[in-house]
C-alpha cells in the first residue's frame, strides 16, 4: 500500500511493556511516521513499527524491538534493544 500515515502529538509516546504494533494490508514501515514533541518510550518486550522522529529522547527499553528508523534531536538510548530496517 501507498498510503502514510502520521501520527503526530505535542506531548510524549509511552509504548506500554509486552504490546505490539503490527502493519497490515500491506502497509509499509516508511510510510509509519510518529512525530513527537517530547520523548517515546517503548517499554521492556514491546514492539514498534514505522519511523520515529522525537524533538527530544527515543528510549527502547530492554529486549524492546523496532523496525523502522529512529531520530532524535537529543539522544537515542537502547537498552539491549532491537533495531532493524526492511530492504527498500
Same mark, same amino acid.
Given at each position: /500500500?501507498?498510503? !502514510? *500515515?502520521?501520527? @503526530?502529538?505535542?506531548?510524549? +509516546? ?6 505490539? +504494533? *503490527? #502493519?497490515?494490508?500491506?502497509?509499509? =514501515? ?11 518510550? !517503548? ?8 519511523? #520515529? #522522529?522525537?524533538?527530544?529522547? =527515543?528510549?527502547?527499553?530492554?529486549? /524492546? ?5 529512529? *531520530?532524535? @534531536?537529543?539522544?537515542?538510548? #537502547? @537498552?539491549?534493544?532491537? =533495531?532493524? @530496517?526492511?530492504?527498500?
Amino acid at each position: /500500500s501507498d498510503a !502514510v *500515515f502520521i501520527i @503526530q502529538t505535542s506531548g510524549s +509516546v509511552t509504548k506500554a511493556a509486552d504490546t505490539d +504494533v *503490527f #502493519l497490515v494490508n500491506g502497509a509499509k =514501515v516508511e510510510n509509519i511516521i510518529w512525530v513527537v514533541a517530547g520523548e517515546i518510550t !517503548v517499554g521492556t518486550g514491546a514492539h514498534m513499527e514505522g519511523i #520515529l #522522529l522525537a524533538k527530544t529522547a =527515543v528510549t527502547l527499553m530492554t529486549g /524492546s524491538s523496532l523496525n523502522g528508523r529512529i *531520530f532524535a @534531536q537529543t539522544a537515542a538510548t #537502547l @537498552q539491549m534493544a532491537t =533495531v532493524t @530496517q526492511e530492504p527498500e
